[in-house]
């Protein structure tokens, strides 16, 4: 039985060599116009599908480990209480749709929630197929008595394709709709952005939710605007603008790169549009806060505070000076003399300025679908 998984496995993972050669290929048979017109989705794909998995060890080492946990955190809080949410209105069978499901960084996450089917959906083949591998193993150790859900798994360019044609069931409706770190991707074009809209929102529930992460473009476009270049960051992350001054509402591109993670093209999604589109789709906004905000808030919990500290969200305090985790983040950097952690004062923890300058250009948001 592990044998045939590990052969399928090793199967899956050629087959992926094959589909990025071919992916590398489609891209060089292209003239130089066509290649423009098959824009960032191409570039997106690739660069996601070559992201290597690496394992918890070298996870540990990288210098934004904090910020990842930090951001995963913040995830799951967010998850948490949108299925509090959908139980609380009465959903038995709660059907999910992770709208660029990545490698399924969430799967533990709807495992946890207890939720009852999954659909996973990215353009990135690569990562669709270890996602899939992930949940089998998830399935496979998980205990005899535990119901894990069921999931499908979808590769579509959800900005360009119809996910309701490719579900296994034609009929299902989504309680929740959660798309982490990835709408952005799709306000390229109106039409990419509305094709994304209308997957994540038209199969929901009347009372679902439309659940995300997305960068904060007025904190953004604040920072560009501050810069004397056309850059800003710090030795974790880099966003580039071609030029400022002038932001146009679709194609206002900019190149991100965070350390090991994300090297590509990105787009600003002007919110205020965003929750105008929605409106189409019967979409409400229900919450827009940033990542700042929305951890100031949450943290005053004390299951996601014990959440918080399971899954190292932030660096612990030393103890050799004396130092409790119950002493302030100032405390901590005036006796250190090691002042770029004083960004997040948490008695927690705390996360590196360049962390913290990283995650705090992103916003959570939840729309709710009107009955
Ligand atoms: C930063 S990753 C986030 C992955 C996952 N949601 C998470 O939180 O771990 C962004 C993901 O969006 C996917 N993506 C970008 N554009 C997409 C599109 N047009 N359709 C589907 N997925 C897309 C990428 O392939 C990538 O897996």
Known sequence: MEEATQTRGAQQEENS?????????????????????????VKVA??????????????????????????NWLKSVL?????????????????????????????????RGGIDHL?????????????QIRYDEMKKKSHRNEKIFTAEFITADCSKELLSEKLDDAELMFDICSCQFVYHYSFESEQKANMMLRNACERLKPGGYFIGTTPDAFELVKRLEA???????????????????????????????????????????????????AKQYNMQLVLKQRFADFFEEKVKKENHRSLM?????????????????????????HAK?????????????????????????YLVFVFQKMS
């Not at 060599?17 to 989705?41: A, C, I, N, T, W």
């Not at 509090?84 to 969430?106: F, I, M, T, W, Y």
């Not at 030795?235 to 030029?243: A, Y």
């Not at 899954?311 to 985790?325: C, V």
Request: charged letters at 25%.
């Open 337 to 361: 003399e090691h002042c770029d952690r004083a960004d997040v004062r948490t008695p927690l923890g705390t996360l590196s300025r360049s962390e913290w300058e990283a995650t705090s250009i």
């Open 17 to 41: 060599g094959m589909k990025r050669k071919h992916v590398e290929d489609e891209e060089e048979k292209m003239s130089p116009s066509k290649k423009q017109v098959l824009d960032h989705g």
């Open 227 to 277: 810069s004397d270049s056309l850059s800003f960051g710090n030795e974790v992350f880099k966003v580039t603008f071609q030029s400022k001054g002038s932001y146009p509402l679709f194609g206002c591109q900019y190149h991100f790169n965070l350390e090991e993670v994300v090297n590509v093209p990105e787009f600003l999604v002007y919110f205020p549009l965003f929750e105008h589109m």
């Open 119 to 131: 659909v996973c959906a990215d353009i990135a083949g690569v990562s669709v197929e270890q996602c």
């Open 46 to 71: 690739s660069h996601y599908n070559q992201l290597q998995e690496v394992g918890r060890a070298a996870r540990s080492r990288s210098r934004i480990f904090f910020m990842r946990n930090f951001n």
């Open 309 to 333: 500290m399971k899954m190292m969200a932030l660096e612990p305090f030393p103890s050799e000076d004396g130092l409790q985790a119950s002493d302030s983040a100032e405390e901590y950097c």
């Open 79 to 111: 998850i948490g209480e949108i299925l509090e949410q959908v139980r609380g209105a009465g959903s038995q069978q709660v059907s999910v749709l992770d709208l660029g499901c990545g490698k399924g960084g969430d799967l533990l996450k709807w495992r």
